[in-house]
């Protein structure tokens, strides 16, 4: 009887805790979308405080790149460290050259809690179209 109580003392005290943690969770959220050209450039266009990444490499940066991107090597040694220095609070608009890099990096970013990030479709390939 003793052992009873205590596994129910023990289940109610695991339950309550679980509902905390999920209920904090849902405080926690961040928006990513990937957004098609046409929508990137709108969404872009109407946000204040935007980041704009461009995550692909300094050669293919210099050879063009979106108005205003700030460079962060996807390939650098402090990428990571430089990622995770963007202001959580503001939006973050990704791209690569056609999606794949800036698709890691907008999963990067979401998990690390940032509250909005946008990741570019087809990358600056499609953009440049």
């Known amino acids: 009887m003793k052992y009873s109580i205590y596994i129910v ?6 339950s309550c805790t679980n509902n905390e943690v999920n209920s904090s969770k849902t405080l926690l959220t961040t ?5 098609n050209k046409d929508d990137f450039n709108k969404k872009l266009a109407s946000t204040r405080n935007a980041q704009l990444i461009d995550v692909r490499t300094p ?3 210099g050879a063009g790149s979106i108005p205003n991107a700030i460079n962060i090597d996807f390939y650098s040694d402090d990428f990571e460290a430089k990622l995770l220095s963007l202001d ?3 939006p973050v608009f990704v791209y690569c050259k056609s999606g794949g890099r800036s698709g890691k990096t907008a999963q990067k970013l979401a998990t690390s809690l940032y ?10 390939s499609n953009w440049s179209k």
């Open 9 to 14: 003392l023990c289940l109610i005290l695991i």
């Open 31 to 35: 928006k990513m979308l990937v957004l």
């Open 59 to 61: 050669e293919e940066f």
């Open 88 to 90: 959580k609070e503001k």
């Open 115 to 124: 509250t909005e990030v946008y990741d570019l479709k087809g990358g600056f």
